[in-house]
């Protein structure tokens, strides 16, 4: 369940940068990088998760950053297709595994976790940069999708109270 949860929302980022087009893509704003320099750094959590996972020790520091996911969006939907096949090609018995992970406030210190906590980890911080991405796009007067950077447990809550008025702007999917 966990590793799913995380994949359909690396899967929604790309739907999300196939319909934008490449203006918007490599647009930043309030100097906190461009759209794609966000979809990057959730791209580069996912390839060190997977690294990581190899190799029996995650370093969330030492990332990938390649700079062309950045401003090419077939790239950059390519790279992330990559990492979802790899991410659906892990057998489940894998997620109870223990990892160490780098501290990032010592790097000197390794902690001990596991892969499953780990997963739900990047998806946490996947869908944090979503809204990130959202709040950039609403910026220049493109909603995303609804429910696009939304935590399940915030998604869960949502259920449960009455729908706020839908947004006027230019959208980047379509609902059902």
């Known amino acids: 369940m966990l590793l799913q949860t995380l994949i359909a929302e690396l899967e929604f ?9 490449d203006i918007t893509f490599c647009r930043t704003a309030n100097s906190s990088g ?12 996912a390839g060190a998760l997977l690294k990581g996972i190899e190799e029996g020790r995650i370093d969330f520091n030492d990332r990938e950053r390649d700079a062309r996911v950045e401003s090419d969006r077939q790239y950059a ?6 990492v979802v096949r790899r991410l659906s090609e892990l057998s489940p018995r894998i997620m109870a595994k223990s990892v160490l992970i780098r501290s990032e ?27 990130l991405i959202g709040e950039k796009l609403a910026g ?24 706020r008025p839908s ?10």
């Not at 980022?13 to 087009?21: F, H, L, P, Q, T």
């Open 105 to 131: 406030i010592d790097n000197d210190t390794w902690l001990p976790s596991s892969i499953a906590r780990e997963v739900e980890f990047v998806h946490s911080h996947t869908v944090h940069h979503h809204a």
């Open 34 to 45: 461009s759209v794609g320099a966000q979809f990057r750094h959730n791209l580069d959590f």
């Open 77 to 82: 939907v390519g790279r992330f297709a990559d």
């Open 140 to 163: 220049f007067g493109v909603e995303a999708c609804e429910n696009f950077g939304v935590a399940p447990s915030t998604l869960e809550y949502g259920r449960r109270r009455p729908r």
């Open 167 to 176: 947004y006027l702007g230019r959208k980047l999917c379509h609902q059902n």
């Open 13 to 21: 980022g790309v739907r999300i940068i196939s319909a934008m087009d």
